[in-house]
C-alpha cells in the first residue's frame, strides 16, 4: 500500500508547456508516472509530451478524470492554481513552486479549507511512491520500495535520507516532501499521520529543522497515538544563528521551542529517536528494525 499517489493516481501538469513542467513531466513519464494531460490557458487541444493539454483545469478532470495535479506555475499565479484545482474536484494537489508570496498562500489555504483535497507544498520536491508515481522533481532511481515512509521539510534530505534506507538493504512506501515554507498545505503532524496509519509502512524517518512548531507537534501527536512504529527524526539547522532566515523562508528561530537544540529535546522527550547527524539515519533505521 502506499499514501497518497500510486500506480491508480491519474497526474496532470499545471503549467505543463513551460520549461520546468516540460522538463519534470519527461522525468515523471519516464519513472512510469501515469501523467494523462497537462494545463496551459490558450494552448488547449495541443499535444505536449504525446499528452493532450488543457486550457482549464476542470477541463481536464471531465476528459481524463484526473484526481492529482502537479503545480509548476510561476509565483504570481501559482496561488490561482491550487484554488482551481480544489475546484475542479482534484484530490492531491501538489505545489512544487518557490516564492509564493504568503499573502496569496493565506487566500488560497483559507479558500481549500473547506473543500474535499489535500495540498503538499508549496516550495516541495512532491510525493514518490517507488515503483508506482513520482509526483515531483526528486531522482527517482534513488528511491526502492520498502517499508519506511519518509516526511521531510527538505527536498535533498529527503533523497539523502531515501538512499541510506536502500543502502541498509531496506526501502520506502512514501516519501513526502512538505516543503518549507511558513504556510503549507500538509503539515509534518498530518504526513506522519498518514504514514503510522499505513498497514505497509514499520517505520517513518521525520527531517525536520529549526523556525515553527511542526516537528514538535508531530512528536506530541507520535507520543499521544500509542504507536509501536519506531519513528527517526532529524532536525536540520543546528548551527543556524537565531533571528536570520537560512535557506527556506520558514526557516528562522523567531521564539521559544524553535532552535534545533529545543526540538531535539521535545523529539526525544514524545518517543521520537533522535540522530544527531544525516549520516547516522539509515543505521538508525536498520537498527530499529531489526
Known amino acids: 500500500m502506499s499514501v497518497l499517489v500510486n500506480k491508480d493516481s491519474k497526474i496532470i501538469v499545471q503549467g505543463f508547456t513551460g520549461s520546468e513542467g516540460t522538463f519534470h513531466a519527461g522525468q515523471m513519464i519516464d519513472y512510469g508516472t501515469n ?31 484526473a484526481d492529482v495535479s502537479i503545480i509548476f506555475v510561476p509565483p504570481a499565479f501559482a496561488a490561482d492554481a491550487i484554488m482551481e484545482s480544489a475546484d475542479a474536484g482534484i484530490k492531491v494537489i501538489i505545489t512544487i513552486t518557490e516564492g509564493i508570496p504568503v499573502s496569496d498562500m493565506i487566500k488560497a489555504s483559507n479558500y481549500i479549507k473547506n473543500i ?52 541498509q538493504g531496506l526501502g520506502i512506501t512514501t516519501a513526502i516532501g512538505i516543503g518549507g515554507d511558513p504556510i503549507i498545505g500538509t503539515t509534518t503532524k498530518e504526513a506522519v499521520e498518514l504514514l503510522i496509519n499505513d498497514p505497509d509502512t514499520d517505520a517513518v524517518v521525520m527531517i525536520g529543522e529549526i523556525g515553527g512548531q511542526l516537528e514538535a507537534e508531530a ?42 537544540a529545543d526540538k531535539k529535546k521535545i523529539l526525544r522527550e514524545c518517543g521520537v529517536h533522535v540522530v544527531d547527524s544525516p549520516a547516522e539515519i539509515g543505521k538508525k533505521v536498520a537498527e530499529l528494525l531489526a
Open 219 to 260: 512528536a506530541r501527536w507520535i507520543k499521544a497515538s500509542g504507536t509501536t512504529k519506531p519513528v527517526i527524526g532529524f532536525i536540520a539547522g543546528e548551527t543556524a544563528p537565531a533571528g536570520r532566515t537560512m535557506g527556506h523562508a520558514g526557516a528562522i528561530v523567531s521564539g521559544e521551542g524553535e532552535s534545533a
Open 116 to 167: 474535499d483535497c489535500r495540498l503538499i507544498g508549496p516550495n516541495c520536491p512532491g510525493v514518490i511512491t517507488p515503483g508506482e508515481a513520482k509526483v515531483g522533481i526528486m531522482p527517482g532511481f534513488v528511491f526502492k520500495k520498502g517499508k519506511v515512509g519518509i516526511v521531510s521539510k527538505s527536498g535533498t534530505l529527503t533523497y539523502e535520507a531515501a538512499d541510506q534506507v536502500v543502502k
Open 35 to 65: 501523467v494523462v494531460g497537462g494545463v496551459t490557458p490558450g494552448k488547449g487541444g495541443q499535444k505536449h509530451l504525446d499528452k493532450p493539454v488543457f486550457n482549464t483545469v476542470s477541463e481536464a478532470v471531465k476528459e481524463t478524470g
